[in-house]
């Protein structure tokens, strides 16, 4: 069992690792997402990232889903602007433009 194993189960809760690739336990269940980019490391981002969470959360999704969803639509923002401005550079206010064309599939 790993440590982030103990510790969804010991909280009852989704548990992520941000990292290169990002790692999400709940129920079980790992999830790893590598992508993003460098350019998350920036001031607010993990709000973005929380908000994003909480906002699946608040509509009903389980926890595992809400922060599955999240991680991936905040990294792939990521990867967006680092396409389009580079790997680093970039603020956490241009992340969230980018999440509806991101959930159109656009």
């Not at 440590?3 to 690739?21: E, H, P, Q, S, Y």
């Not at 999704?61 to 809400?66: I, N, Q």
Request: charged share 15%; glycine share 16%; aromatic share 6%.
């Amino acid at each position: 069992m790993t440590a982030l194993d103990k510790a969804a189960n010991l909280f009852r809760a989704a548990i992520m690792v941000k990292g290169a690739t990002s790692h999400l336990m709940a129920d079980g269940h790992c999830l790893r997402y590598a992508g993003g980019g460098l350019g998350l490391a920036v001031s607010g981002s993990g709000d973005i990232l929380a908000g994003l969470i909480a906002s699946f959360g608040a509509q009903g999704l389980p926890p595992l889903e809400a922060a599955a969803w999240g991680i991936w639509l905040h990294g792939e923002a990521g990867r967006r602007l680092s396409e389009t401005m580079g790997p680093i550079g970039y603020l956490a206010r241009e992340i969230l433009p980018l999440v509806p064309g991101l959930m159109r599939g656009v």
